[in-house]
């Protein structure tokens, strides 16, 4: 586990997004810092001090300092993830704030890739305040030491739950989604799945929804050129112009304002 700590941010030293067109594999050495690793698509696969990892999209590997990594095995073409080295500052005292697993699929992987995406922007000059990057990181540790915290909380809930948020999640950017087509397919009231649902997870169903169409959005935004009207589509938004008033209503900025702000990204593949 890795300890959160949160009265000083953590310091970047380098990050990058990899990919790769060959078969690849990593390279045999050892590192002096902490490296986080962000399965984006295909498998990695590290051996890191006897132990065989298979880092595939949506998961996370952390590898500790002084700790020996390499590749055991070719990663198929396209294979591709981000990675970011970084210290924890050595004035940080106390319990730690939270933890973070050494390994772990993330349940929210689109949300980790967009904050993987802002602190490659800032770390390659997308703002101009000195240390930018190094609190972008910790936001991003944070939103790890939260989706992992309870990660393994689906295994208390009632059994309908899960295939709940299953069944919503596939078919969240459908243009016909609707809280009374969720209810019909579990067999529930409507009123009464959504007065369970914001008892069990603190928000309406309908959040949720818009939570997924909205993330979905801006995966696309920042990592496709699609004309919005594409992406408007593709989350099950028939009209643009609705879709621009909604997304700024959701986030406070234009569809376009948000994909500017990740033009900037590093990208490498040795």
């Not at 002084?66 to 210290?87: A, D, K, M, N, Q």
């Not at 208390?156 to 809280?179: D, G, K, Q, Y």
């Amino acid at each position: 586990m890795l300890p959160l700590y949160l009265q000083k941010p953590y310091r970047l030293i380098m990050g990058g997004q990899f990919l790769s067109y060959e078969s690849w594999s990593h390279m045999d050495r050892t590192i002096s810092d902490y490296e986080l690793i962000i399965g984006v698509s295909g498998v990695v696969f590290l051996e890191a001090d006897s132990r065989m990892y298979e880092v595939k999209e949506g998961d996370i590997l952390v590898l500790m300092p002084g700790e020996r990594h390499r590749g055991y095995r070719l990663s198929s073409p396209g294979v591709s993830f981000y990675w970011f080295h970084f210290l924890i500052s050595d004035e940080q005292t106390g319990e730690p704030d939270g933890h973070i697993p050494r390994y772990a699929t993330c349940p929210h992987p689109s949300r980790v890739h967009i904050l993987a995406r802002q602190l490659l922007h800032a770390a390659n000059g997308g703002y101009r305040f000195l240390h930018a990057s190094d609190y972008f990181l910790t936001c991003l540790l944070i939103e790890l030491a939260e989706q992992l915290q309870d990660s393994g909380s689906l295994d208390a809930m009632a059994p309908h739950l899960p295939e709940l948020l299953e069944w919503t999640r596939l078919h969240a950017l459908e243009r016909n989604i609707s809280v009374a087509r969720i209810a019909d397919h579990m067999g529930y009231n409507k009123d009464y799945l959504s007065r369970m649902f914001k008892k069990r997870f603190g928000s309406g169903l309908l959040e949720y929804i818009h939570q997924i169409k909205l993330e979905a959005a801006k995966e696309l935004l920042a990592s496709t050129k699609l004309h919005v009207k594409e992406i408007a589509e593709k989350v099950g938004i028939e009209d643009d112009k609705q879709f621009a008033k909604w997304f700024k209503r959701m986030t406070g900025v234009t569809p376009t304002s948000y994909r500017q702000a990740f033009a900037r990204t590093r990208l490498n593949n040795t």
